[in-house]
């Protein structure tokens, strides 16, 4: 394992805000209260099963354009990725078929070949994406914005227009080679 500098760095500023905290000091006085508007604001996410997806709706031309304007920066013109801080979301690589990435850490992880719900892609583009303004994309731009990566990784043909109902009922090419996790909780669940 190589340790950085940065890492050490972050590391010891972590442990001393920590202790601090736990102290009741605000060494820095950095930080306040979330508001009860901005805890909601933020507060949704969308199951495997669609529940808690919105209402909208997007294309994949309309997706495009918001990809450009939005994501190349972070991950290429075509979803490519910039290695190495930001890895491919698309073109799947045919050593990928048939799931070896157990046997072979290397093969790039789509999301055509390595994401089990369209759903959870949604959530995930939703409240974390672009980057330096998690959570700016509307409704209407985050399905427009899945469905356009779904169409560049061949998921979806270059036409489709996404709503719930679509993303529902869209079975992503390796779902089944996922294992559900049916732990419920308790102490026997780490």
């Known amino acids: 394992m190589i340790v950085r500098p940065a890492m050490v760095s972050a590391c010891l500023i972590a442990t001393i805000v920590a202790g601090a905290w736990a102290q009741g000091h605000r060494p820095y006085g950095l930080g306040r209260p979330a508001t009860e508007e901005e805890i ?9 099963d669609g529940e808690g997806l919105p209402p909208g709706r997007g294309s994949v031309a309309q997706g495009q354009l918001i990809y450009q304007q939005q994501c190349t920066s972070c991950h290429g013109p ?3 990725g910039v290695p190495p801080a930001y890895p491919a979301l698309t ?11 157990g046997r072979d850490p290397k093969i790039p992880r789509t999301i055509g070949n390595y994401w089990p719900y369209a759903t959870t892609l949604f959530d995930y583009i939703r ?16 399905y427009a914005v899945t469905a356009y990566l779904l169409a560049a990784d061949q998921v979806i043909p270059m036409t489709a227009v996404l709503d719930s109902a679509a993303l529902v009922s869209l079975k992503m090419p390796y779902r089944d080679r996922f294992v559900p996790d049916n732990r419920r909780g308790g102490n026997d669940v780490k």
Not at 40 to 48: C, E, G, K, R, Y
């Open 127 to 142: 409240r974390a994406m672009p980057l330096t303004a998690s959570g700016a994309l509307t409704n209407d731009q985050v």
């Open 78 to 80: 075509r979803g490519e």
């Open 91 to 101: 073109g799947r690589d045919p050593k990928g078929e048939g799931f070896p990435f």
């Open 40 to 48: 909601a604001s933020l507060n949704h996410d969308a199951a495997p």
